[in-house]
Nanobody
Framework: QVLLVESGGDLVQPGGSLRLSCVAS????????MYWHRQAPGKERELVAV????????VYPSAAQGRFTVSRDNNKNTVYLQMHTLRPEDTGVYYC?????????WGQGTQVTVST
């Protein structure tokens, strides 16, 4: 059974930093790309970062490029999203996602709120 569990979301002031974690189980983690998405209030879910199984290649398709860093520890079956210089528009629920045998799996999400 594929399971993804995110943590690390919090209330943070603009300009602050957070590190999100996603612990995975139930599949060959080290051979599987992992994705971080976010969904801001009233907006569609958007892709934030991608990391391949080895961790050697990453992609940041959104406005988070340059401020966010995705990494993984295959010994701990965990993928991370380090976020710096957070802005109010980064507020949202952040989800971990992967594909296994052609099926998409999601975690429950972790709330990030950037506000004074």
């Amino acid at each position: 059974q594929v399971l993804l569990v995110e943590s690390g979301g919090d209330l943070v002031q603009p300009g602050g930093s957070l590190r999100l974690s996603c612990v995975a189980s139930g599949f060959a983690f080290s051979r599987t790309p992992m994705y971080w998405h976010r969904q801001a209030p009233g907006k569609e879910r958007e892709l934030v970062a991608v990391i391949v199984g080895t961790g050697d290649y990453t992609v940041y398709p959104s406005a988070a490029q340059g401020r966010f860093t995705v990494s993984r520890d295959n010994n701990k079956n965990t993928v991370y999203l380090q976020m710096h210089t957070l802005r109010p528009e980064d507020t949202g629920v952040y989800y971990c996602n992967t594909w296994v045998d052609g099926k998409s799996f999601w975690g429950q999400g972790t709330q990030v709120t950037v506000s004074t």
